[in-house]
């Protein structure tokens, strides 16, 4: 393991490999927190878009993982999906940095859950966001 490793999980994090998309998008690290689940991810060259910035991308996806996943939680561990995600880019994030992403629910009703949620490095947030799920009933 290395020192970046070593660090992330004597601050609690731990490493999740995820099947389908999500796992191509990680390793993505997990925590529980006082106000609930952070998500994160160390980035790589392999997240850098041509300008060797950490793509948009990556960080609108790893927003769209993270709040799904608190909507999840919040309603029940019944699937959620997003149908509107709006995101705002607020600074650039670079390689070897660790994401950090965390949201909140701000509204459930029986067939929808209102987000909000940032992804930040070192306490500087780099991306915003707000999205609405669909709780969808699952399949048989």
């Keep these: 393991m290395d020192a970046a490793h070593e660090s992330l999980s004597a601050a609690g994090w731990r490493q999740r490999t995820l099947p389908g998309f999500a796992g191509l998008v990680g390793p993505l690290w997990t925590r529980k927190e006082e106000q609930g689940w952070a998500y994160g991810l160390l980035t790589t060259r392999d997240h850098l878009n041509p300008a060797n910035r950490v793509h948009g991308g990556l960080l609108t996806t790893l927003i769209d993982h993270a709040l799904s996943a608190i909507a999840w939680e919040a309603v029940e561990r019944r699937a959620c999906v997003t149908v509107q995600l709006d995101t705002y880019f607020l600074a650039a994030a670079r390689e070897g940095q660790f994401l950090e992403a965390r949201g909140r629910v701000v509204k459930a009703t029986s067939s929808l859950v209102f987000m909000q949620g940032q992804v930040s490095v070192a306490g500087l947030d780099v991306v915003?966001?707000?999205?609405?799920?669909?709780i969808v009933a699952t399949a048989p």
Excluded: Y
């Design 128 to 134: 915003g966001a707000s999205a609405i799920l669909k």
